[in-house]
């Protein structure tokens, strides 16, 4: 069965960081590209980045771009998100998802249960 378990949510100030984990299982990790996306309150889902499966290749949306790093470690089976700089705009359910067949531009096939990050003052 496949799992995928979000954690390292919380509440940060303005212009704070945090880094969120998705511990991933069930499934061969390193065979597969994957995603961050969001969803902030009242407000549709939004792709955050992807991750190829080696690492080798990262791609970003625009407006985290400079802000956010993706990685992740194959051997421990988790992805990660490090989030700088962050914004009261950040403030989201924070959403891992799996590439149905292994590519960064497929559609997702698993998500996880999110993890809430806000961003206040």
């Known amino acids: 069965e496949v799992q995928l378990v979000e954690s390292g949510g919380g509440l940060v100030q303005p212009g704070g960081s945090l880094r969120l984990s998705c511990a991933a299982s069930?499934?061969?990790?390193?065979?597969?590209?994957m995603s961050w996306v969001r969803q902030a309150p009242g407000k549709g889902l939004e792709w955050v980045s992807a991750i190829s499966w080696n690492g080798g290749s990262t791609y970003y949306a625009e407006s985290m771009k400079g802000r956010f790093t993706i990685s992740r470690d194959n051997a421990k089976n988790t992805l990660y998100l490090q989030m700088n700089s962050l914004k009261s705009e950040d403030t989201a359910v924070y959403y891992c998802?799996?590439?149905?067949?292994?590519?960064?531009?497929?559609?997702?096939?698993?998500w996880g249960q999110g993890t809430q990050v806000t961003v206040s003052s």
């Open positions: 069930g499934f061969t990790f390193d065979d597969y590209a």
């Open positions: 998802a799996k590439a149905m067949w292994g590519g960064v531009s497929e559609p997702f096939d698993y």
